[in-house]
Structure formats: C-alpha cells, structure tokens
C-alpha cells in the first residue's frame, strides 16, 4: 500500500502548563486508505504518547472523535487522508472550552441533552406490558431521520449562534427533542414546548444551516428546528384560541 | 481522594450498565445508583452492533426453538437454566424498549420487524436498520435521564474493586478530567464494562474495550469463565475490522471464493441453497465458529482473493438489489464504501474473520452474582453462560437487556439487606494502597518498552496461539510470552506526568488489564484438550463430553501463570447432541 507523508498540525494545550493553546508539528507517513484518525493513533503509539483526544469505534457511530480539521467540524475517523491536503490541521471543536489537546469540556451540551427530555413521555395509560405499540412506516420514516444523531457535537462547533450565546440551546438537543414530538408513541409535546418557545429555544436559531451541512449523519437540525418554529407558532394560537392541541 | 457513598456502584454504562440503573431506579427509586464509566454512556460500544436483539415473536416460532437454537449454537456448553429464562423474558424486553422509543424497523402492519440470524430456526431479530446497538443504547441512555436516583460519573475510569472478608465493598476510580482518585463505597457492585476484544490484532471492538472490568475481578479473586471461547465474526471489513452485520446475510448476501463458489457447503453447511432464497440454519446462516473456521481452511487451500489487506473471502449482496441494501443496511453500506472503496450495490465487498465477541467473563450466574458476595456482572463482561461455547447472532444485546434487570434486582436486594461497611477506614486504606500503585506508576523513569510495543507483542502471541484454530505447542508458547510481557510491562514509563485527562496513563492501566484476561485466554486454551464450538484444537479435534462438558474457571496466582479450574455445566432438558447446520435438507 502507498504511503504518503502528511504534515499533521495538532492543536496542543495542558492547562496545568501551558498558558495557551500552540500548535506541535507531527510528521506522519500515512496509507492511502487511512483516516485522520489512523494518523493521529500513528502519533500517540509512535512519536509522542503524551496527546490527549476522544474516539472508539472507528465506524462513524460512538461520536467520540469529533474535532476540527482545516477548520471543518469533522469525524476523523470519517475524514480521509486521500481527501486533504499534505498539511492537515487538528484543533478541538471550536465553540467549546478546551479540557486538554484535543479533547473539550461537554458538560453544556450534556445538559441541554437532558433538559429537553428526551424521552418517551405519555398522559394515556402505558399499553399492557406485553404488546407494542403500533407504528406505520409512514410514522417512523417522520422522526426516523432525526434518531441518527451520534451526539458528536460538530453541529454545536459549526453554529454561529451558540458560538454567540452558550444560552442557546443548540441543534443537536433542539433536534433530539424534536425527534419525540414527532414520535407517534409519545405524548409530552406540551412539555417540551415551554423549553423550547424559551427565548433560548428554537427563536434563536437564525437559520444558516452550518449545523446541518457538517452533521456527518445528515440528520439536518436546521430543518427540525424551523418545522419546531412552525409548530411552537401554532401551538401557541392554538392555545389562545381554545383549540386542542395535536400531534403534526 | 473524594469519598462517595452509593447504594448500588455500576461500572460501564453501555447497554447493560443503563440498563440495570433504569432497572433499580424503577423498582427502588430510594436507592442511590452510582453509574460509573471511563466514556460517556452514548460513546459505549453497545452502539456498535448492528444486526439486532433475539426474541420469540412471531406465531411459528416458540420459545423452545429459540432455547434448542442458543443450546445446540452455544456446543451445548450453556447453562440451560439461564437460557430457559433468557428466551422467555426477550420477548417483554424488547417490548419494554420499544415502550421507552427504540425505533425499530416495522412490517406492513405498523408492528415490529424481525429478520433471520445466522444458528436460528426463525425470523426472531428484532432490528432497527442495521444500528440496532445504535439505538438500543441512545434509547436506554435517553429513558435513563428522567431518574434521578441514577447519579452519573462519566469519563471516570474504574482502577479495582474494594472488598473485604469475601465480599464487594466499592471501586476505586480516577476522574480523567482531573486526575483526582474517588472512593466510590457501596454494598452492591455490578460490572458492566463490555468485552475485551483489544487484546487481538484484528478486532471489530472499539478502543474501550480492554476488558476492565474482568481485570478487575480477576484481580480480586474472583474466577474468569470460559476465556477460551472467542468468537471470531466471520464478515468483517480486511483492515480496519470493522463489522459487517450478519444481517447481510440474514437478507440474502452469500460468501464466495476466489472462484466464485460459494464454498461453505463444502463444511457440513450446504446443500447450496438458491440466491435470494436463504434457508434457516445453513450455508451463510449457519453459526459463527463454523463459517470463521471454513474461511481457515478456505485460506490454507490457497482458495481466498489476495487484497491490499491481506486474503479474503468475498460477501456478494447484488442480487439484493439497491433499494433493499439501502433501506436495510445503509450503515454497512457506507462504511465498505469508505473503508475499502466497495459499493455493495455493485461489487462483491471483501470480508475476513475477526475477533467479535467474548463468550467467557467474569463467572456468575443466572442473578448476575459471583462468587463474591456483592459483586454482580452483566453483559458481555459476564460469563452468565448463556452462550456456551459460540454465541449465536443477536443473542447478546437481549443479553444486556434481559440481565441487565434480573441482576439489578438482585444487587438491589443484596444493597437493602446489609448493613454498611463494618469498617470503613479499612476501605479507605485499601484504596490508598490502590491510589499508591497508581502513583507509582507516574513516577517511574526511563523506561525501555513502549505501551504500543507490548501490546503489538500480546495481540500477535495471542493470535498465533489462540486464534480460530489452536493446538499444545501454539497456546503454551502463547502463555510464557504473555508471562514475559508481564514483567516487561513494568518497564514502561508513563511519558505524560499532567493530571488532566491523561491518556498515556489510561493506555497503561488498560494494558494492564489486557494482559491479565490475555493470559486467561491462552492458559484456559491450552488447559481445554477437546474441541467445542469457537474452541477448535488441531491436536484435540472431537468434542469430549466425557471429561469436557465443563465451564473452565481461570483463578490468578500471583506471580505465577493463571490456575484453571472446572464447574459443571447446567442441563435441563437438551443433552448434548449433534450440531446440525444443513437446514431443512438432510
């Protein structure tokens, strides 16, 4: 197999030393069909076992290697050498506080994940232990795209938005929610809808879809949260008018 | 170091860890549950698996087929009693997720799908595309969020178990964001930490997986069950690893080799069945030891395709056609069209046996307990001997699910009726001893080995002598390597002395860890002189129910090699028999 010899870029930063992030130069000498990801395992067993970063899998589904390369919020176990260029620049997810190197502070996100309850919430009695519920495919294929979230969090170093305001509270979370309104199983929209219609919900997104073009599971966030805009709009007039509320 | 008081200590929050903390926050919402794990739940390698999760569904199925299917699959070394329990709650587990959102693909009707898996008699797998570990554990992960009870410690790493007189007193953990020690006391620990697949060269497991949690118990005492059995899944991507889900097969995909012959039935595993037409338990859905084991000899016959990656056999799913390969397998689809530049729409993707799956583990039983009081294991940490000899495909996420509960209950029950810790500054000093060791490890200088270097060194010994196929003089000269990397790992110096989020350090433990269920595998391979499911001996090459119907238990000595033990196996109603795989023709 051909090896081509990249010059890796590798954002560095221990804050018990180092005042501030500095890049450290790592010759690699990758295969051609190798990810980012190959090459920085290439660094940590061969030149310098002291770099810090996240992964697992390496399929594209635990969502741990989440990073930016040449600038672009990217799996690296999904970015391939053939694809960049001989110099390749690594640096943590942009819009989140730096732990150490490569890897960043998640709790912000950890939490927005849990605060827009992100589970199956029902008012009816649950059907009997034994029998499923009944779901069209039609049903499913609605919020069916929206479950692919891995959680890597790109879509939170693309949006400009939360780069702004750590308030909002973002696309993957906006877009998880939304998953369960959608799901013809649960019945907790209402209780989401004050989370969401929050000033820090679904009105602060302005629409420029970063979050949609990196997420490398093409789960499309900006799209659930204009439909959660339409939805919160009609909610509300349903409220004020007296009508029932209803799964869109 | 913190000291943190819980009712019930989990380690790993994958998808048997999640679910036995839903399980005691439901049933004891006053009990504190401490879920311990060195990622974060959604990064645990539960998400990996893809083909899906066995239980009974439909009307022409029953549970004493899918009982005979995992008995006759597992070499008839599964406890029966297990599996008797096993098949007859799967089906109100799945049901029970399906409950908490799993989105799970749906026929016609609006009622959940099942597909064929390779070793089973029916269509009982429930799947989810082809990310059913995907969104089992979002889904488990998610429901976990409403309970409070469940305290959460993510990217703690698990350092030992604390016990004392016998019995499971806490664990010790190192917080990696800070590199400060946690005394986590509890009367009821259960490991949920995943398998150990890392310690092979070629494996489809994710990083994490370095068998932790069975260090940890070995460690303390406590005996490894059945480490010779291994599985090898036979469709994996040449390279990387990665796994090609079963489910390929399940829907119609072939092996064939160079010649284009679709070669398995000359294993005991044909007559050739139509394509496009598979036929349950034969040819490609036959089980897993057995189609591993005909690529070998496949191999040693000069008859698998030369590729960049090395010989290979070739997996053709055209005649399943594009719509289905994408509303089906649009996962494994992309990833042999990354990694090795094959759409399966329009090629015959490459694929060789890989290191998948530990059927043995921390011995427990049908509670999920040990031999020390305490201490539960779930999951594929666990050896509950549900899968015997060979794990059948999709038998292991219900696993997760089915004793994930079972053992939740029981360490509930075992955390009420005891009182606390008689002597507390007894623990703490324990754990000091623990925090110690670990201390030790970061003042060490001036090493000569490298963590890459020894652990190269065990995954290339323990391929050579305890791969798919074994014999006396592969596994004993396996063993005295692993003994010699043993004593070399102390001369590795941690380069990275910083407290925050230390890798180099972590790389060391689970080397470690590696090393101590590494040696597990190799001693109990060379102690089982027969052959039996994923088991095969060249110098041993029948099955020997005479002397070898019997679990194999590995107990550490220090300082010397493992000392293998036996336990009988539990029968029911299925004696051991003949394994058949030529379907429905005879």
Redesign the interface.
Known sequence: MNIRQIELEVMRYDPEKDEAPWFQQYSVPCQEDWAILDALNYVKDELDTTLAYRWSCHMMVCGSCGMMINGEPSLTCKTFVRDLPDKVRVEPLENFPIERDLVVVLDDVMQKLHQVQPYIVRKDAPPQEDKEFTQSRGALMKFKQLTMCINCMCCYAACPQYGLDKNFIGPAALALAHRYNLDSRDQGKSDRLDILADHDGVWECSFVGACSEVCPKHVDPAAAIQQMKIDGAMEFWKQKLGMPGDKS | MEHIKADVVIVGAGGAGLRAAIAIAETHPELEVALISK??P????T??AEGGAAGVKRADDSLEMHFNDTVSGGDWLCDQDVVEYFVEQA??EL??L????C?W??D?????AVRPFGGMKKERTWYAAD?SG??IL?TLF??S??FPSIKRY?EFFALDLLHEDGRARGVVALEM?SGRFFHFSANSVIMATGGAGKIFPFTTN???KTGDGMAMAYRAGVPLKDMEFVQYHPTGLP??G??LTEGCRGEGGVLVNKDGYRYLQDYDMGPETPLGAPVFKSMELGPRDRLSQAFWHEQKKGNTVET?WGDCVLMDMRHLGEQKILERLP?VH??AL????VDMVKDPVPVRPVVHYMMGGIASNIDGGTPMPGLYAIGETACGSLNGANRLGSNSLTELLVFGKRAAAAAAVFAVQQDGPDNDSAMTLQAEAVVARIRGLLQQNEGVE???GIRREMASSLEAGAGIYRDEEGTEATCKKLAELQQRSSGIE???K???????LQ?LLELQNMLDVAECVAEASNARKESRGAHQRMDYTERDDETYLKHSLAYRQVGDRPRIDWLDVTITRSQPGVRDYSGDKK
């Not at chain 2, 959604?42 to 390698?45: E, L």
């Not at chain 2, 016609?108 to 959940?112: C, E, H, K, N, T």
């Not at chain 2, 990354?338 to 530049?341: A, Q, R, T």
């Open positions: 990622v974060y959604m990064r645990s390698h998400c990996a089906p109100r049901v029970q399906e409950h908490w959102g989105p693909s749906r016609d009707d609006g009622s959940v990310k995907f969104h979002h998610q429901t969020l409403q993510d964001r994710g990083a994490i390279g990387t990665i796994l960049a996962l992309e990833l990354s990694y090795v530049g490298s963590i890459a941690v380069n990275d910083s407290n925050v989020f230390n890798t180099d790389g």
